[in-house]
């Protein structure tokens, strides 16, 4: 098992820029997906963004698309997601989560493809 741990987020203003990182350990970093998921209040569980195992693809929510990046370090053993041009309904609890199957083909996009989770960041994003 993989422990997570998000950290990065914050209050911004409409148009600004956040960085969130994820920490990986206990487990190898490298050879799985991790993603990037959001989730408010009384909501389910929204999927934002994934990077390959090897960091060559990635994928993303159509509501961030051109707006976020994802992006990993496996020598860090660190997740990132950076957020541009926020917009106030991006406000919500992030986390990461790393795939729960390893070398994977496919960049997962569902939460039920990923095994473990980080405790969550809130970003707020004010008008």
């Known amino acids: 098992q993989v422990q997570l741990v998000e950290s990065g987020g914050g209050l911004v203003q409409a148009g600004g820029s956040l960085r969130l990182s994820c920490a990986a350990s206990g487990r190898t970093f490298n050879g799985y997906a991790m993603g990037w998921f959001r989730q408010a209040p009384g909501k389910e569980r929204e999927f934002v963004a994934a990077?390959?195992?090897?960091?060559?693809?990635?994928y993303y929510a159509d509501s961030v698309k051109g707006r976020f990046t994802i992006s990993r370090d496996n020598d860090k053993n660190t997740l990132y997601l950076q957020m541009n041009s926020l917009k106030p309904e991006d406000t919500d609890v992030y986390y990461c989560?790393?795939?729960?199957?390893?070398?994977?083909?496919?960049?997962?996009?569902?939460?039920?493809?990923?095994?473990?989770w980080g405790q969550g960041t809130q970003v707020t994003v004010s008008s």
């Open positions: 990077v390959k195992w090897s960091g060559s693809v990635t």
């Open positions: 989560a790393a795939d729960s199957l390893m070398l994977r083909t496919l960049v997962p996009k569902r939460a039920s493809d990923f095994g473990s």
